[in-house]
T-cell receptor, first 116, second 111 residues
Framework: DAEITQSPRHKITETGRQVTLACHQT?????MFWYRQDLGHGLRLIHY???????NKGEVSDGYSVSRSNTEDLPLTLESAASSQTSVYFC???????????????FGEGSRLTVL | GDSVTQMEGPVTLSEEAFLTINCTYT??????LFWYVQYPGEGLQLLLK?????DKGSNKGFEATYRKETTSFHLEKGSVQVSDSAVYFC??????????FGTGTRLQVFP
């Protein structure tokens, strides 16, 4: 079955370190998204991509970067981790063509990141 | 900008009780509306959706009607089960899949 997987599922790191969260989907979806989930804020969009070599900033992109070198993967990098980036991170994908009415997102199981 | 507001939780109910979780939205266009559910330890999954005014989305006994006049998309279920315990997110999307989510409402159902 096609799926979307995130790794690691749990990570503890120190302030200032670089961290990369992996996201891999086997649906061949063009669209991929990274959200963070925090109490009182729900899910907020960090970065998104509509295809290979395409990346865009979301609502809370400061301190994060992504790259899209193939269809299957959208890794999220925290260049210098901060305590404010302690959160649960969700990757999602969809096959809706940009510009058409919004469709269904398929989510990974999340990556819990703690920055000490 | 576009936004979604949903009721604070947690909502605590006994099994077989009636459920309503309120959701209102602000949007400049005519978005699609969604309810997503997150079970413990899992990612979000689509529960139901509606793409235009007066549409009713339904799934697993849950329903929500897209009300343009009141800018609302309230989630309802006639008889909840313990297995419905989860966090429910209301969301809207315009012309892309960049969904805007509400803050989530935790539902706890006790036997």
């Amino acid at each position: 079955d096609a799926e979307i997987t995130q790794s690691p599922r749990h990570k503890i790191t120190e302030t200032g370190r670089q961290v990369t969260l992996a996201c891999h989907q086997t649906w061949n979806h063009n669209n991929m998204f990274w959200y963070r989930q925090d109490l009182g804020h729900g899910l907020r969009l960090i970065h998104y991509s509509y295809g290979v070599q395409d990346t865009n900033k979301g609502e809370v992109s400061d301190g994060y970067s992504v790259s899209r070198s193939n269809t299957e993967d959208l890794p999220l990098t925290l260049e210098s981790a901060a305590s404010s980036q302690t959160s649960v991170y969700f990757c999602a994908s969809s096959d809706r063509n940009p510009g058409l009415r919004a469709g269904e997102l398929f989510f990974g199981e999340g990556s819990r990141l703690t920055v000490l | 900008g576009d936004s979604v507001t949903q009721m604070e939780g947690p909502v605590t109910l006994s099994e077989e009780a009636f459920l309503t979780i309120n959701c209102t939205y602000t949007a400049t266009g005519y978005p699609s509306l969604f309810w997503y559910v997150q079970y413990p330890g899992e990612g979000l999954q689509l529960l139901l959706k509606a793409t235009k005014a007066d549409d009713k989305g339904s799934n697993k006994g849950f329903e929500a009607t897209y009300r343009k006049e009141t800018t609302s998309f309230h989630l309802e279920k006639g008889s909840v089960q313990v297995s419905d315990s989860a966090v429910y997110f209301c969301a809207l999307g315009a012309d892309t899949d960049k969904l805007i989510f509400g803050t989530g409402t935790r539902l706890q159902v006790f036997p």
